[in-house]
């Protein structure tokens, strides 16, 4: 136990530290489940000592959640009050570093009325979104995870719930870096050296389109856009030299580990198959193929759960059109983990993986010039829906071949396949 209470106390440094890397004299902000009241203490302790000014912690309860929906109507839920507004005009003037810790029972939103919810989300969406827009990338965020009974019990149905606890708790620490008898700090810093040599290596490339092909039966070929880059990893603050004197680097997402980008919209051809089940609004999508022309699927289908797969890709009419492909190494420790999350921060790190639905306006060169919908007509998919589904295995192997026919290898059986 002792044990366990000194490797928390080390997470929530990585988280602070490393994650949304807290300036001194910050303000910060931590939202959390109210029964990770204990992780929410040593996150706070580790925010003072890293320098915050203050630090406060909003708790939030998925069961209060469900009785707002269930009692409230569309205006109260969609209200934005004058107290809220008075917050939102203070995280404008002060940045905030903003943690968020995910933790909820993946099935504890059962029950909830969505179409009321989007209905409010709609509303109130307008109205907080200047304060959004005047924040945008000017703060550091991240988003951690941290094991609640609930959870660890659908990860880990066959295990007692201490056992299970224990599990989901492990499998955290391991996939955020915290391997046992290593320095976490250096394996991250490790980490995003890796993820920019490869990152500025595929920027270099301009590949046209990319090959992968598996055994299994993936023969899939996509078309990336000349205008749009490849990220991952850290970010740098926006203008932290000019506000504050130098460069701040954060990472948003612990763990992390995809490189990707946003393909163009409706050139992408052939099948691929799913090589880890896929759960989506609350139901599993297992051993599924899609098949693409001209950018957008044509035929699937799934030996369990086809009726949702039919669901997300008929959402609405950019379902069907690619938002993302992601290169994830096989050897990463998601992958090695084995385990399915049900959880977006981990499940879409798990292996290399395409998103049905909406593209990142933000990788295209110059977004800000552009509205939306201009950058939909320049080949950035906009849809209801972003979901990853992966495709990646140690027999995967993919080719970037550029505009005058050239072709690199990319991946060999799930891995690099070039030295940076
Ligand atoms: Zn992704």
Redesign the pocket.
């Given at each position: 136990m002792e044990n366990f209470e000194k490797r928390l106390e080390d997470y929530a440094k990585l988280i602070v530290e490393v994650g949304v890397n807290v300036q001194k004299g910050q303000p910060v902000e931590i939202r959390i489940a109210a029964d990770q009241y204990v992780f929410a203490e040593k996150l706070t302790k580790a925010a003072y000592e890293a320098g915050a000014s203050s630090v406060r912690v909003d708790f939030n309860h998925q069961p209060l959640s469900l009785l707002h929906n269930q009692y409230k109507t569309v205006e109260k839920l969609a209200e934005v009050s004058a107290e809220d507004k008075a917050r939102l005009e203070y995280s404008v003037e002060n940045l905030p570093a903003m943690i968020a810790i995910t933790s909820a029972d993946p099935d504890g939103l059962k029950g909830m009325d969505m179409a009321k919810q989007q209905k409010a989300s709609a509303i109130r969406y307008p109205i907080i979104k200047p304060y959004i827009d005047k924040m945008e990338s000017k703060y550091q965020w991240v988003i951690a995870g941290a094991a609640s009974p609930a959870w660890a019990q659908k990860v880990f149905p066959d295990l007692p719930a201490e056992e299970a606890l224990a599990a989901l708790w492990d499998a955290i620490f391991k996939t955020s870096r915290m391997e046992a008898g290593t320095d976490p700090v250096k394996n991250w810093d490790k980490h995003n050296a890796s993820f920019k040599a490869h990152m500025d290596w595929l920027n270099e490339q301009h590949f046209d389109y990319l090959h992968y092909k598996s055994p299994k039966g993936t023969d899939f070929k996509a078309w990336l856009h000349p205008k749009v880059k490849w990220l991952g990893g850290g970010e740098k603050l926006h203008g932290g030299p000019e506000r504050l004197g130098h460069e701040v680097f954060y990472n948003p997402n612990m763990p992390t580990e995809?490189i990707?980008t946003t393909p163009m919209k409706g050139k992408a051809e052939g099948t691929v198959y799913s090589t880890k089940p896929l759960s989506y609004m609350g139901q599993l999508i297992e051993n599924f193929s899609i098949t693409f022309k001209d950018g957008k699927a044509v035929e699937w289908q799934a030996e369990s759960g086809s009726e949702v797969l039919d669901k997300m890709i008929t959402m609405d009419e950019n379902a069907a059109y690619i938002g993302?492909l992601?290169l994830v190494p096989d050897s990463s420790p998601i992958s090695q983990s084995g385990i399915l999350f049900y959880n977006t921060l981990y499940d879409?790190n798990a292996s290399c993986?395409i998103?049905l639905g909406a593209g990142f306006p933000d990788l295209y060169e110059d977004y800000d010039k552009y509205s939306r919908e201009e950058l939909e007509k320049l080949g950035i998919n906009d849809s209801m829906i972003h979901v990853?589904f992966m495709i990646g295995s140690n027999e995967l192997d993919i080719d970037g071949y550029t505009k005058d026919g050239k072709c690199v290898p990319i991946f060999r059986k799930g891995e690099w396949a070039f030295e940076v």
């Open positions: 995809e990707f993302e992601a879409e993986h998103a990853d």
